[in-house]
């Protein structure tokens, strides 16, 4: 199916590595020019050097930390005419309940519900001015059902998905479709890193602790970015217009539930 987005411009966060990675390599398979951002220019630098040479699309880099102001800052100066934006960036560490501070939640709210707030707000005006945009928010299937270690993604994620409940159906009528995507898990260096958690926690070895993961997804395995990836073109495609301020769940089936 041609996506019919050839020759638009995405700004994709955090995607160096992983899922965003993979929303930035499925874009750019359709023949979209990229920016591409992480904190880490190394690997940036050689997933744009991989973008280009495996699509042949323009590829711009800015090394930030998107969660703070004067990262966003870089980041949108390197940004012209963007049409497409998926918002992304680090998730908050796990924890107990009783864990966290104010300073913590204020963190996690910056990163995961303030820092695609502040993208959308700079980058709706031109997209409502020239008819026509998507954005996808790589949010987390913690928004559907709460994940017990990960409260402050629960909490900062809730709020996002609130924000975009409500804005996407005030641009809809503009040609500008606002929609979330929640990752179950998938195999990415962040899976690695909550294996390794509850491989400690558990006194298990790493692939135990995979192995028992994988276990509780009916598709008995865990989700790759390419797939991430082809999902994300969909909604930022031109068939995506009657889809608006929806949450789809990618998640092999984890989430027990009729909707
Ligand atoms: P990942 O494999 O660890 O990749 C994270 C990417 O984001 C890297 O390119 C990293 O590069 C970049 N990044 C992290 N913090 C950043 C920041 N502050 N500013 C700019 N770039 C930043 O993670 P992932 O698995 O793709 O996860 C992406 C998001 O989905 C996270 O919020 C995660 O919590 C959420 N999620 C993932 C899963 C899963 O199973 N993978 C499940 C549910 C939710 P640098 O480190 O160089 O900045």
Known sequence: MDMGIAGKRALVCAASKGLGRGCAEA??????DLVINARGAEALEATANAIRSAHGVRVDTVAADITTEAGR???LAACTQIDILVTNAGGPPPG????WERDDFIKALDANMLTPIALMKALLPGMITRGWG???NITSGSVKAPIPQLG?????RAGLTGYVAGTSRQVAGKGVIIN?????IHDTDRAIALDTAQAKAGG???????????????AQRYGTAAEFGAACAFLCSQHAGFIVGQNLLLDGGAVNATL
């Open 96 to 99: 107990l309940w009783s864990d």
């Open 134 to 136: 998507r954005v996808v």
């Open 73 to 75: 800052a870089d980041v």
């Open 204 to 218: 298990m070895t790493l692939a135990q602790a995979r192995a028992q993961r994988e276990a509780s997804i009916p």
């Open 180 to 184: 979330n995507l929640l990752p179950g």
């Open 27 to 32: 874009l750019a398979a359709e023949g979209v």
């Open 152 to 156: 402050l993604s629960n909490s900062a």
